[in-house]
């Protein structure tokens, strides 16, 4: 049973650039959240889809946008990469809960 | 103003002994608590989890510990193996976790000594 699974691993930017980040949840989870890891720092809440909609959203600006493909996968999008957005970005999903399981992450250095 | 507070940024223990990790919270709503455990070039790993309801809760080596008049809770290993070495990630919900929104402390490094 697979986890989890995100792409790409690795990825680095310039500022001003666009970035499309992708995940597909474990097997039999329909939510997505994502969360992103500053160095040094705990996982911040970013959004939640469900059902191909932002079903909440945390403290980030509209730079930061999201999808929901009817296959539960998900994006997440950010343009105008400032170097702040440099971090590990982290994938979870989840059913009927409040456990989220989350993938390895994609580490995204903009330069 | 951090909602969720590890205060150790690390801790060392030796192979055998306990492990005890702690977690404060501000926000009384929370109501749901989970510990992650994360080893480098990893995603979060969840380890087990108590509703406001109970007060402990156990799964094999790992038991949970929740204080609600104090807002702490806390985490023990026993007995702590070396594999154990990871971070350790404390993370709140509120609503019993129907929100998506998890809000993790900034973790705490715990090293297990052979």
């Known amino acids: 049973d697979a986890g989890v699974t995100q792409s790409p691993t690795h990825l680095i930017k310039t500022r001003g650039q666009q970035v499309t980040l992708r995940c597909s949840p474990k097997s039999g989870h329909d939510t997505v959240s994502w969360y992103q890891q500053a160095l040094g720092q705990g996982p911040q809440f970013i959004f939640q889809?469900?059902?191909?909609?932002?079903?909440q959203r945390g403290n980030f600006p509209d730079r930061f946008s999201g999808h929901q493909f009817p296959n539960y996968s998900s994006e997440l999008n950010v343009n105008a990469l400032l170097l702040g957005d440099s971090a590990l970005y982290l994938c979870a999903s989840s059913s009927f809960g409040v456990t989220q399981y989350f993938g390895p992450g994609t580490r995204l250095l903009v330069l | 103003d951090q909602q969720v507070k590890q205060n150790s940024p690390s801790l060392s223990v030796q192979e055998g002994r306990i492990s005890i990790l702690n977690c404060d919270y501000t926000n009384s709503m929370f109501d749901y608590f989970l510990w992650y455990k994360k080893y480098p070039a990893e995603g979060p790993t969840f380890l087990i989890s108590i509703s406001s309801i109970k007060d402990k809760n156990e799964d094999g080596r790992f038991t949970v510990f929740l204080n609600k008049s104090a807002k702490h809770l806390s985490l023990h290993i026993v007995p702590s193996q070396p594999g154990d070495s990871a971070v350790y990630f404390c993370a709140a919900s509120e609503d019993g976790g129907s929100q998506g929104n998890l809000i993790f402390g900034k973790g705490t490094k715990l090293s297990v000594k052979p």
């Open positions: 889809y469900y059902e191909e909609e932002e079903r």
